[in-house]
T-cell receptor
Framework: AQKVTQAQTEISVVEKEDVTLDCVYETRDTTYYLFWYKQPPSGELVFLIRRNSFDEQNEISGRYSWNFQKSTSSFNFTITASQVVDSAVYFCALSERSTGGFKTIFGAGTRLFVKA | KAGVTQTPRYLIKTRGQQVTLSCSPISGHRSVSWYQQTPGQGLQFLFEYFSETQRNKGNFPGRFSGRQFSNSRSEMNVSTLELGDSALYLC???????????FGPGTRLTVL
């Protein structure tokens, strides 16, 4: 069965600090996809990144970076030099094959507070 | 390009009633998924439609149903509403079923 664990319920940092959000997943499938989404106070989920199970290359996009390690089933997300606008709930998600197609499971989310 | 739209944005119903929520995906997207978000249970997968066929379903009772039309627009229906159905219902569309999903603003349902 698939499972996504985001052990950090809430994180509070001061602006300009770096912060890493952890994500650990479980799956029996060899083909799967991992995602990170941001949910700001407005409520709409914003796609940040997708990784497939065959691509372990880390990625950097501006202040955001992602570290995918299959050996530890982790897909961690780091925000460098955090800003107040980064305050949101961040969700890690796993999409794997299920009967008839793909099924996406979300972690419980990590609420990030960035204080000025 | 217009994003995913959901209507209505807010809804108040009473127990026992039924409700229909609508989702219009991004133009060209054929996959539509529905999720329920509550403070206690988080984001839970309801079902996924692709080319008018339900391809996947989450662990929800039969009171939750949905459908997709030929233009990819989707509706979900909840019958015999219960207090616990109060939630934010999110719809997401994607170009192909394993691609990134683009979410709508959600419909906030309150059951009294």
């Amino acid at each position: 069965a698939q499972k996504v664990t985001q052990a950090q319920t809430e994180i509070s940092v001061v602006e300009k600090e770096d912060v890493t959000l952890d994500c650990v997943y479980e799956t029996r499938d060899t083909t799967y996809y991992l995602f990170w989404y941001k949910q700001p106070p407005s409520g709409e989920l914003v796609f940040l990144i997708r990784r497939n199970s065959f691509d372990e290359q880390n990625e950097i996009s501006g202040r955001y970076s992602w570290n995918f390690q299959k050996s530890t089933s982790s897909f961690n997300f780091t925000i460098t030099a955090s800003q107040v606008v980064d305050s949101a709930v961040y969700f890690c998600a796993l999409s794997e094959r299920s009967t008839g197609g793909f099924k996406t499971i979300f972690g419980a989310g990590t609420r990030l507070f960035v204080k000025a | 390009k217009a994003g995913v739209t959901q209507t209505p944005r807010y809804l108040i119903k009473t127990r026992g009633q039924q409700v229909t929520l609508s989702c219009s995906p991004i133009s060209g997207h054929r996959s539509v998924s529905w999720y329920q978000q509550t403070p206690g249970q988080g984001l839970q997968f309801l079902f996924e439609y692709f080319s008018e066929t339900q391809r996947n379903k989450g662990n929800f009772p039969g009171r939750f149903s949905g459908r997709q039309f030929s233009n990819s627009r989707s509706e979900m229906n909840v019958s015999t509403l219960e207090l616990g159905d109060s939630a934010l219902y999110l719809c997401a569309s994607s170009l192909v079923r394993d691609n990134e999903q683009f979410f709508g603003p959600g419909t906030r349902l309150t059951v009294l």
